[in-house]
């Protein structure tokens, strides 16, 4: 048989910047983790908007992101095989979400998964939960995450979301925006940053427009 292998129609390389990717989520996790020992307020939130609100009181909160939350449980296939069978056992089907039974999961597990595959022996309970549902399982999650851990918690309806910026869903989806603010407040005991808040807004929508610029780059053969 031979053993001549096809030559690649386009040169490939690694991405050059995944060392430093993986060193920034490590350091993202290891200060979720350690945020009450540094004063800090914890916070677990999706990756739409919500963190821009949460950022608002600057340096002394510390967020996790659902969606990255997910990746690494989805990454560590041990582990995320435990948090399937501690959700199933605990009750929810098996042809549930599987991205809300792998948190849940973690949660009755009452353990958390490093970046680095360590295991740790507490689920880092957050001091509050913010979340806004671009999809109909993202407040569902975080609900019984909430009700589970007796976390509070504040969740922004959405029914209708981008591209449908008709004049009033924007002020729906403002005005919960601005009663959030007024509850994060009550919940923190610290004062509301607008001026943070503003700056976070500006690096959200930076943030997405270069991922929605990547994706449409990467349509092209060769991808860039």
């Not at 908007?49 to 690494?72: C, H, K, Q, R, Y």
């Not at 998964?113 to 399982?137: K, R, S």
């Amino acid at each position: 048989m031979g053993t001549d292998i096809k030559k690649a129609l386009y040169p490939t390389e690694p991405l050059k910047v995944w060392d430093e990717a993986k060193r920034l989520r490590a350091k993202y996790f290891l200060e979720y983790v350690e945020a009450k020992k540094n004063g800090k307020i914890r916070v677990l939130s999706g990756t739409t908007t919500t963190p821009a609100l949460a950022s608002g009181f600057g340096d002394d909160v510390s967020i996790m992101g659902i969606e990255p939350l997910l990746a690494n449980l989805s990454f560590h296939s041990n582990f995320s095989l435990q948090c399937f069978t501690a959700s199933e056992t605990y009750g929810f089907a098996r042809e549930m979400c599987g991205m809300s039974k792998l948190i849940w999961g973690s949660a009755i597990l009452n353990k958390f998964v490093m970046t680095d595959g360590a295991i740790l022996d507490e689920w880092p309970v957050p001091d509050f939960i913010l979340c806004l549902g671009p999809t109909a399982c993202h407040n569902k999650l975080a609900q019984f995450l909430a009700e589970y851990k007796s976390i509070p918690s504040y969740f922004i309806d959405t029914p209708q979301y981008y591209p449908h910026n008709s004049e009033h869903v924007l002020k729906y989806l403002t005005t919960q925006a601005l009663d959030a603010i007024d509850w994060m407040e009550k919940k923190t005991q610290k004062k509301f940053n607008d001026e943070l808040f503003i700056k976070n807004v500006h690096n959200h929508c930076q943030s997405f427009s270069l991922w929605s610029k990547t994706m449409l780059l990467n349509q092209n053969i060769p991808a860039p």
